[in-house]
T-cell receptor
Framework: QKEVEQNSGPLSVPEGAIASLNCTYSDRGSQSFFWYRQYSGKSPELIMSIYSNGDKEDGRFTAQLNKASQYVSLLIRDSQPSDSATYLCAAFSGGYNKLIFGAGTRLAVHP | DGGITQSPKYLFRKEGQNVTLSCEQNLNHDAMYWYRQDPGQGLRLIYYSQIVNDFQKGDIAEGYSVSREKKESFPLTVTSAQKNPTAFYLC??????????????FGPGTRLLVL
């Protein structure tokens, strides 16, 4: 069974700090990767997608992909209390033709 | 105003009852998906459809059924054979099926509870 692993947290960071969320995946054939944010009781919303090794920046968010290490991360700069949520990492497995989700990391940003 | 709608927001099921969850999208997306989310767990794929009148089982299809008669609609029926249906059900869609993995966008979800 192909898996995506995330630390469940909670990851607690002070307001204004950088939050670093990490994810590993087991399927070397995975081709695309996604980060979703999910507030309690709500559905996931897309934050970032990344397909190539390296960094991809969008505002306060930076996604990093290292296919050799099978590692994806999400950095949130200048963290705000409104960033407090569960962050889901997902990897698309071409071999299985489906998106595989991790269980999520809960982030808590405190004032 | 494009998006994915799911109804109802909350659904209560009695023992032995079949219930149907609605999912509609006006994004002109080809592919649609149903996921189940249990507390503290990742999303698990129930069924997906890449084209009208065709659908495939996901990882946990037992006790569920779907149809795809229109591009915009992908209803999910939770049958009485599903013994533990209490969960948060999420419908998603993507522009293209397969390939490198098109971005999936989610509806607001339906929370199913057993009476």
């Amino acid at each position: 069974q192909k898996e995506v692993e995330q630390n469940s947290g909670p990851l607690s960071v002070p307001e204004g700090a950088i939050a670093s969320l990490n994810c590993t995946y087991s399927d070397r054939g995975s081709q695309s990767f996604f980060w979703y944010r999910q507030y309690s009781g709500k559905s996931p919303e897309l934050i970032m997608s990344i397909y190539s090794n390296g960094d991809k920046e969008d505002g306060r968010f930076t996604a990093q992909l290292n296919k050799a290490s099978q590692y994806v991360s999400l950095l949130i700069r200048d963290s705000q209390p409104s960033d407090s949520a569960t962050y889901l990492c997902a990897a698309f497995s071409g071999g299985y033709n489906k998106l595989i989700f991790g269980a999520g990391t809960r982030l808590a940003v405190h004032p | 105003d494009g998006g994915i709608t799911q109804s109802p927001k909350y659904l209560f099921r009695k023992e032995g009852q079949n219930v149907t969850l609605s999912c509609e999208q006006n994004l002109n997306h080809d592919a649609m998906y149903w996921y189940r989310q249990d507390p503290g767990q990742g999303l698990r794929l129930i069924y997906y459809s890449q084209i009208v009148n065709d659908f495939q089982k996901g990882d946990i299809a037992e006790g569920y059924s779907v149809s795809r008669e229109k591009k915009e609609s992908f209803p999910l029926t939770v049958t009485s054979a599903q013994k533990n249906p209490t969960a948060f059900y999420l419908c998603a869609s993507s522009a293209l099926a397969g390939g490198i993995g098109e971005t999936q966008y989610f509806g607001p979800g339906t929370r199913l509870l057993v009476l």
